[in-house]
Nanobody, 122 residues
Framework: VQLQASGGGLVQPGGSLTLSCVVS????????IGWFRQAPGKERERVSC????????FYADSVKGRFTVSRDYVENTMYLQMNSLKPEDTAIYYC????????????????RGQGTQVTVSS
């Protein structure tokens, strides 16, 4: 599977961004897939993950109510809509096929995209 993330950028606190992850090589519906982020000097954090075949969706407590993950099966693309962004959301965001998709814990992945930088600053 190949993953290509895009959509990051610089946004002011309270603003919004939508990240995209184009998937090739596998059907999106066959994957446990989501997003994790890594800020300088910090550990990876699982942000969101969707189980295959319309299964359970996981959100980290830090983003619940602000971030929404979705899939477009025609485009074979996953999205992360991020609203009410905070400076602490600043990180490189990766889309990935995550092990233990909906189970909180260390981030482990079998494949990931190249990452896209999100910077929240005034």
């Amino acid at each position: 599977v190949q993953l290509q993330a895009s959509g990051g950028g610089l946004v002011q606190p309270g603003g919004s961004l939508t990240l995209s992850c184009v998937v090739s090589g596998f059907k999106l519906d066959d994957l446990d897939i989501g997003w994790f982020r890594q800020a300088p000097g910090k550990e990876r954090e699982r942000v969101s993950c969707m189980r295959r075949s319309w299964g359970t969706i996981f959100y980290a407590d830090s983003v619940k109510g602000r971030f929404t993950v979705s899939r477009d099966y025609v485009e074979n693309t996953m999205y992360l809509q991020m609203n009410s962004l905070k400076p602490e959301d600043t990180a490189i965001y990766y889309c990935a096929t995550l092990e233990g998709c909906t189970v909180p814990g260390p981030v482990r992945f079998t494949a990931r995209g190249q990452g896209t930088q999100v910077t929240v600053s005034s």
